[in-house]
């Protein structure tokens, strides 16, 4: 084992190693593919090389459940193998892995490596490795790597590696500049602006409103656009179910309980007098003295936070009460609404308070809250009651009892619905996503089990068949016809009506002579306009300085008339700071280009073998 430091030898680090202490341990992760994977086993064991480096079967696996847990977790479940293969996962993995093979072959033939001290460092750095005051624990050292199934020696090289092909990669990537006509095209671009005036058009721009569709106008629209009123594919399924809230009115009441409940909840119903104030503190008496003055000559609470360099956010206490303000409780509950209180003092020193808002005193009585408590306490004994029967309503099932069994004996409510995947319907049982999940999940055949649901509910469900997709009967569709037909006349006349203002504007008139205009004077590409399309801008931007153009979006029509370009500032902190993140992007693009490239060159050098069988081996010995 490399030679560890006590924590007496230990240096301290500044900021720049920290950082490439957290590099550093990146690399090391992916290199090692995570703890808690354990090793492949079989007579295969490598599944590639790159030059003189092997990459076994248990890196590949390593890497490989690394990265589907990764993808898992982005999911919000866990994937199979095959599923995260059926994402290319391998051959990310594969490309990773061959890269890493690839730079170590080179640290080789160059002999770029580093000693004991430095991997001995690194090590104790390993929050797995501390005990709990914070110090290297060999023991714990030892029993990670044994669960792991790795050596002292194995973890040891494979943390060698890795810090010498950071520094292979930090040599091949570092050192580059952006070229000046690059960021300065860019900076360019990104910073220019725009100036414009929009018409939004509505239904009340229409010169002539919409006329009421006939029957035939209706039916014609229904057959044109059927896709719109079909009934997807779904699957109907049956379930019993038992919910709190059915069983919740028939749970008895304890009265001396309900008063308890009541006593102990007390803060919640009985509510003192609070205010709503922001607290400006001063380093000293005399400050805070000074600023009293300026605010009774008629300077305002807010200039006087500016002068401080705050914001109101950072001054804002929220609601308190009189208890809440200590020793500028009296001072505070005696100003009026509006009023500025102080200087007085706090906790950090001298403050003025403003009193922003005044909140009378709450009461509840126990009467008044006796029905709400009632029913909460009711739903809490519904749920012991059902969290009681779980077991039995499974045994049931267990031993044979349908769905059907359980409405007539159990006392479930039995029900069916069509349930379509990827969509939450708007029965009460369609709300659990547990029942969401097992409705997903479930295949013609499945055995019915008992699902416990958020609020401590149970359901158990069957599929009984696949409703194939079907047009919804004209009649039964026809308010929704008549929506969808309306919706789509409107669009067609302001899109009309979009054209001839368009048409007026080029021929001389002024914009805002058909209607109030909402006029942007500058806005950046990344800008924002509310209740407009977020394609909007990036219409505008493609515009050129004085036309015109009608600019359509589903439940939105407007005519822009781009007023000006404005190019990118050229001084100013904004700028710099602009110009300086572009210069960043681009050596990190130019750098990551170089570093594909180089180690493409070395791969290629170094020959590549690659055993297909192997890595099959390893996609189906994962689970």
């Known amino acids: 084992m ?13 900021k720049a190693q920290e950082a490439a202490v957290w590099t550093l341990m990146g690399m090391l992760i992916i290199g090692l593919g995570g703890f808690g994977v354990t090793n492949f086993s079989g007579r295969m064991t490598k599944i590639a090389s790159v030059g003189s480096v092997e990459i076994t079967t248990d890196d590949y696996a390593r890497a490989l459940r690394t990265q589907v847990n990764a993808l898992s977790q982005q999911f919000g479940k866990q994937l199979s193998m095959q599923e ?9 993995v594969l490309q990773s892995v061959l890269t890493r093979a690839a730079l170590d072959n080179e640290a080789q033939l160059v002999g770029l490596s580093v000693g004991d001290e430095v991997v001995a460092a690194e090590i104790m750095k390993m929050d797995s490795f501390k005990s709990a005051s914070g110090g290297f624990d060999r023991e714990a050292y030892r029993a990670t790597l044994d ?15 890795d810090i010498s092909r950071e520094l292979l990669q930090g040599a091949v990537g570092g050192g580059f500049a952006a070229p000046k006509p690059l960021t300065d095209t860019l900076y360019a671009w990104v910073a220019e602006r725009r100036g414009f005036s929009m018409l939004r058009l509505s239904e009340a721009d229409l010169a002539t409103p919409v006329a009421e ?3 035939a106008e209706l039916k014609a629209h229904y057959d044109a656009h059927i896709d719109r009123f079909t009934r997807p594919e779904a699957k109907r399924i049956t379930y019993a179910s038992l919910l709190p809230e059915a069983i919740a009115k028939d749970q008895p009441v304890d009265e001396a309980a309900l008063k308890k409940l009541y006593d102990d909840r007390i803060s919640e119903f009985v509510v003192p007098e609070r205010r709503i ?26 200039a006087l936070v500016a002068e401080r360099g705050l914001t109101l956010d950072a001054i804002d206490q929220g609601d308190v009460s009189k208890a809440d303000l200590g020793a500028a409780g009296d001072a505070v509950f005696a100003a009026a609404e509006g009023a500025v209180a102080g200087p007085v003092a706090s906790d950090l020193g001298p403050a003025l308070y403003r009193v922003n808002s005044v ?6 009585s126990f009467d008044d809250a006796r029905e709400t408590l009632a029913a909460e306490m009711q739903v809490e004994a519904a749920r012991k009651v059902i969290g009681d029967r779980v077991e039995e309503i499974d045994d049931l099932l267990a031993g044979g009892a349908t769905l059907e069994d359980l409405g007539k004996d159990a006392g479930l409510a039995l029900a069916t619905l069509d349930y379509v995947p990827g969509q939450q319907g708007d029965t009460t049982i369609e709300g659990y996503p547990a029942f969401r999940d097992a409705a997903e999940a479930v295949q013609d055949g499945d055995f019915p089990e008992a699902i416990v649901l958020d609020d401590g509910g149970v359901v158990a469900l069957r599929l009984d068949e696949i ?29 009309a009506r979009a054209a001839e203002i368009k048409a007026g504007v080029e021929g001389g008139a002024r914009i805002g002579s058909f209607g109030i205009v909402d006029a942007t004077p500058e806005t950046a590409r990344s800008g924002a306009v509310a209740d407009a399309p977020e394609t909007l801008l990036a219409d505008i931007f493609k515009m050129a300085e004085g036309s015109v153009q009608v ?17 990118a500032a050229t001084e100013g902190e904004d700028a710099t700071a602009l110009r300086a993140s572009l210069d960043a992007q681009a050596r990190q693009a130019i750098s990551k280009d170089a570093f594909a490239a180089f180690t493409a060159a070395l791969t290629a050098g170094a020959g590549i073998t690659l055993d297909q069988a192997a890595i099959n081996a390893v996609h189906t010995s994962l689970p």
């Open 84 to 92: 995260a293969l059926s994402f290319g996962i391998d051959k990310q």
């Open 277 to 302: 104030v922001d607290r400006l503190v001063f380093p000293d008496q005399a400050s805070a003295d000074a600023a009293r003055a300026k605010l009774d000559a008629g300077t305002t609470f807010d």
């Open 2 to 14: 490399a030679k560890i430091p006590t924590e007496e030898a230990k240096r301290p680090r500044g």
């Open 359 to 364: 909140l009378a005193a709450e009461e509840t």
């Open 551 to 567: 600019i359509e979006a589903d439940g939105f029509t407007a005519v822009v008339q781009l007023d000006k370009i404005l190019p």
């Open 467 to 495: 409703v194939p997709a079907a047009p919804i009967p004209f009649e039964e569709a026809k308010e929704k016809v008549a929506e969808d037909w309306r919706k789509e006349a409107v669009a067609k006349a302001l899109s």
């Open 147 to 161: 669960r792991n199934r790795l050596s002292e020696a194995e973890f040891e090289g494979n943390l060698r590696r």
């Open 213 to 215: 569709p006939t029957d």
